[in-house]
């Protein structure tokens, strides 16, 4: 079966990507694109449609939309699509608490499909770090740092975040409480178990993230580096063919894949 695709902010990084992997599969034909009201190019074709800003009659067009967009979209569509039952891929990233409620409320109702990063690399290297850690342990800093392209708006990453979750989850800890996102002035020595995060802009860099684990005289180092927004956009997409039909609930990028590192805390 072809899922027939709605593409959120078409006139976007991701939007634009979206839609030029769509053209190379057969698993997904786009069949609306709805920009926010003075979007660039709205009215005019993209790939096979044109982009409109009428997001309730692009839901009722498709078998499942895609939302790379920004929070505050993702939190008013998944509200719309909640009445009419519709799945749901969400790349967008930065989600308050009260953007991720919208989300589970729709996937109550329909299978919804959340990941920072679609990329099968990043989705591998998650079981890695959490590998590491569990075998280190905390005898071993584990620091992650991002770089991002300068119009990024949230740090640190979503993949970030997921990467330090990952760790924790190997040590066994809460993230919450060992997680250390700003380091400035006299911050003392490292306590033991701390998870640091660094963010790095500029220029057009589409994704890279290290995890590093310093031991006694050794380091371990694993990275990740995108070099194509096309890698997520047909992540999503695969994510998109696989969601149509699926029973109501929430999905990430794991369960797409079908890896089978997802057990633990
Ligand atoms: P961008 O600013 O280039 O594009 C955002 C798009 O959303 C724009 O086209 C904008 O017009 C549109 N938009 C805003 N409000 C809208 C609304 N109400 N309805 C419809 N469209 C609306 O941003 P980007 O670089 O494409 O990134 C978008 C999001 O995707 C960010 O949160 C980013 O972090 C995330 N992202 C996720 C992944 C992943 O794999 N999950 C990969 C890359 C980027």
């Not at 989600?95 to 919208?102: E, Y």
């Not at 919804?112 to 905390?138: E, I, K």
């Not at 392209?149 to 330090?164: C, E, N, V, Y």
């Not at 047909?234 to 999905?251: C, I, Q």
Request: neutral net charge.
């Amino acid at each position: 079966m072809t899922a027939r695709v709605l593409v959120l902010g078409p006139s976007g990084r991701m939007g634009r990507a979206v839609i030029e992997a769509a053209a190379g599969r057969s698993d997904v034909r786009v069949v609306a694109a709805v920009d926010r009201s003075g979007a660039p190019g709205l009215g005019a074709p993209i790939g096979p449609v044109v982009a409109t800003e009428d997001p309730g009659a692009g839901l009722d067009a498709c078998d499942v939309y895609v939302d790379f967009t920004a929070p505050a979209a993702t939190r008013v569509i998944a509200q719309l699509a909640v009445g009419k039952g519709k799945p749901a891929v969400i790349g967008t990233t930065g989600l308050s608490s009260d953007d991720d409620a919208a989300l589970v409320a729709l996937a109550l109702v329909a299978p919804v499909v959340v990941a920072a990063n679609f990329s099968l690399g990043v989705n591998l290297l998650l079981g890695l770090v959490r590998q590491a850690a569990a075998t280190l342990g905390t005898e071993w800093d584990a620091e992650v740092v991002e770089t991002h392209h300068r119009a990024k708006r949230d740090a640190p990453s979503g993949t970030a975040l997921m990467i330090a979750r990952a760790i924790a989850a190997g040590h066994g800890a809460d993230y919450d409480a060992v997680k250390r996102h700003t380091r400035d002035g006299d911050i003392g020595p490292r306590p033991r178990g701390q998870i640091g995060v660094s963010t790095v802009r500029g220029g057009d860099v589409i994704g890279e993230h290290t995890a590093s684990f310093f031991g006694p005289a050794e380091r371990i180092e694993i990275t990740h580096r995108a070099s194509s927004r096309a890698i997520f956009a047909s992540g999503a997409l695969r994510a998109a063919a696989w969601a149509v039909g699926k029973p109501p609930g929430r999905y990430d990028m794991l369960d797409v894949l079908g890896f089978a590192t997802k057990s633990g805390p």
